[in-house]
């Protein structure tokens, strides 16, 4: 049984910063990539970062040069660093990660960029 577990959001004012993490444990044999997804009300779900076991990094236009995400593959953990949030920045972040043929979602975590 894998599980993805998130941890970090929260209620940020506009500018502000917040660090997401995503730990996976379980059985995991291989892990190819790990990343961000978010979704707003009345919107679809988007990919905000991911990131291969080889280091190399997709980011959204929407988050370039705010947002970055790293990896420790020894912990199986993901980061998503979000700085100068905005309030289109609000939304369930939910981490995914894919090993091999499977794909797993975390349970989300709410981020609310608000004055």
């Known amino acids: 049984q894998v599980q993805l577990v998130e941890s970090g959001g929260g209620l940020v004012q506009p500018g502000g910063s917040l660090r997401l993490s995503c730990a996976a444990s379980?059985?995991?044999?291989?892990?190819?990539?790990m990343g961000w997804y978010r979704q707003a009300p009345g919107k679809q779900r988007e990919l905000v970062a991911r990131i291969s076991s080889g280091g190399n990094t997709n980011i959204a236009d929407s988050v370039k040069g705010r947002f970055a995400i790293s990896g420790d593959n020894a912990k199986n953990t993901v980061y998503l660093q979000m700085n100068s949030l905005k309030p289109e920045d609000t939304a369930v972040y939910y981490c995914?990660?894919?090993?091999?043929?499977?794909?797993?979602w975390g349970q989300g975590t709410q981020v609310t960029v608000s004055s």
């Open positions: 379980g059985s995991i044999f291989s892990i190819n990539a």
């Open positions: 995914r990660m894919t090993t091999g043929l499977n794909v797993y």
